[in-house]
Nanobody, 122 residues
């Protein structure tokens, strides 16, 4: 059974930093085509934040976080992190870790963690 366990959320003031962690279990980490983070603010739709590929380590970021957030991983520990710097009030959201598997020629996020809350005050 695949499990994704997030940690590291909390409350910070604008300009501060947080580091989110996501530990994966139940499936070979290197078998995922991608792992990443999404977030959902109150009253808004879920949005993609960042992605990293377990093999190769290619990273992608949403324009709203590029230059402030860094996604990284340790394949041996089946763990990924999201370092969030220069946080803004608009970064306030529930952050979800996600893992994607290849289905045919598509890479679909089909495993999700329970989420960790991030609150940034001005």
């Amino acid at each position: 059974q695949v499990q994704l366990m997030e940690s590291g959320g909390g409350s910070v003031q604008a300009g501060g930093s947080l580091r989110l962690s996501c530990a994966a279990s139940g499936y070979s980490y290197l078998s995922y085509c991608a792992v990443g983070w999404f977030r959902q603010a109150p009253g808004k739709e879920r949005e993609w934040v960042a992605t990293i590929t377990p093999t190769g380590g290619t990273t992608l970021y949403a324009s709203s976080v590029k230059g402030r957030f860094t996604i990284s991983q340790d394949n041996a520990k089946s763990t990924q992190w999201l370092q969030m710097n220069s946080l803004k009030p608009e970064d306030t959201a529930m952050y979800y870790c996600a893992a994607a598997q290849s289905i045919g020629n598509r890479c679909n996020y089909n495993y999700w963690g329970q989420g960790t809350r991030v609150a940034v005050s001005s």
